[in-house]
């Protein structure tokens, strides 16, 4: 064994802190699962690094959390069943303000706090479909470092987004000046094998690229394809009126401005609209479930940024 044994220990808001620490000091990476209940990806895929990382040569420590939202992950629900909320958008967090609060106040202290980047895998939930992609922030103290990380990765798409979003885990690291990338992958409720691989991979990309592990551990990937946006689901195209969504496209795919995204029907099964793409752009954000909510989003386009190949 090439690692100490790994120590677990509870936090406040019912966080579980998992911790490897190497033969010889070295840089910290925080990594998060499951801070959406119903994404299990990075779940697993959290646990089976900690697995591996037992048995090879590491340099630094792991702070890993997983499920991070332990009482929406045995819901699996998006969000809290205690008190509806939704731990990605609530860092930094309060430990007086709530149980899903308090979950990213001790996240935040104890994880994120201190370390030397950080990692958050998450899916597109049961609810909608995501190209495997990772993503970072710009109009941070450490946007060089972060947009090296996610190259790193090697998710065959990279997001690009102007600045971190309010609430985040990502926005918590900008705030300290922590490099940060998170993950997105098809979600679903299942967990596809090339997407777990490519998470457990790309966190040991990034651990090379750390000096935490080898380079002989890191895999090589194809040149990304790079888009840029918000990237916000918040504030995706929404359902103006409840139905069954049907998708005429997958999500990944490139898409011309008045491109048919899909249609909305209604529960009698009369059209109620055709919905169109309202620019050129990839589809990022794609819903899964047909039955639509008045204001469910639908769908999110990010700008293609072909240029950052060669950047």
């Known amino acids: 064994m090439d690692s100490t044994e790994t120590q677990h220990r509870p936090l406040p808001g019912a966080v579980a802190l998992a911790t490897v620490t190497g033969r010889h000091p070295g840089p910290t990476l925080a990594v998060l699962g499951g801070v959406h209940g ?84 998450h899916s597109a939930g049961v609810r909608y479909r995501m190209p495997l992609m990772s993503g970072y922030s710009e109009q941070t103290e450490a946007h060089d470092e972060s947009r090296r990380l996610a190259m790193a990765f090697g998710a065959p798409v990279i997001w690009r987004h102007p600045r971190p979003a309010l609430g985040r885990s990502l926005s918590v690291a900008a705030d300290q000046g922590i490099p940060a990338i998170y993950a997105e992958c098809s979600g679903g409720g299942s967990i596809r094998a090339g997407d777990l691989d490519a998470y457990v991979t790309g966190v040991m990309n990034v651990m090379a690229e750390l000096g935490m592990v080898p380079p002989e551990y890191r895999r090589p990937a194809a040149e990304p394809r790079w888009v840029h946006g918000d990237g916000d689901l918040d504030y995706g195209a929404a359902a103006a009126q409840p139905g069954l969504f049907v998708s005429s496209v997958r999500a990944g795919d490139v898409v011309d401005q008045g491109s048919e995204i899909g249609r909305l029907y209604s529960f009698d099964g009369d059209l109620l609209q055709r919905v169109d793409a309202p620019g050129t752009g990839m589809v990022m954000f794609l819903r899964r479930q047909a039955r639509t909510a008045e204001m469910d989003v639908l769908f999110v386009l990010a700008q293609l940024d072909d240029s950052m190949a060669a950047s």
């Not at 779940?43 to 037992?54: F, I, K, M, N």
């Open 38 to 121: 119903d994404e299990d990806e990075g779940v697993l895929a959290v646990l089976r690094l900690l697995r591996e990382v037992r048995s090879i040569p590491l340099t630094g420590t792991i702070r890993a959390v997983a499920p991070a939202n332990a009482a929406a992950w045995a819901a699996q629900s998006r969000t809290s069943p205690l008190d509806n909320g939704n731990l990605a958008r609530s860092f930094p967090g309060s430990a007086d303000d709530g149980p899903t609060s308090a979950a990213a106040a001790a996240i935040t202290e104890h994880v994120i706090t201190g370390s030397t980047a950080l990692i958050d895998l």
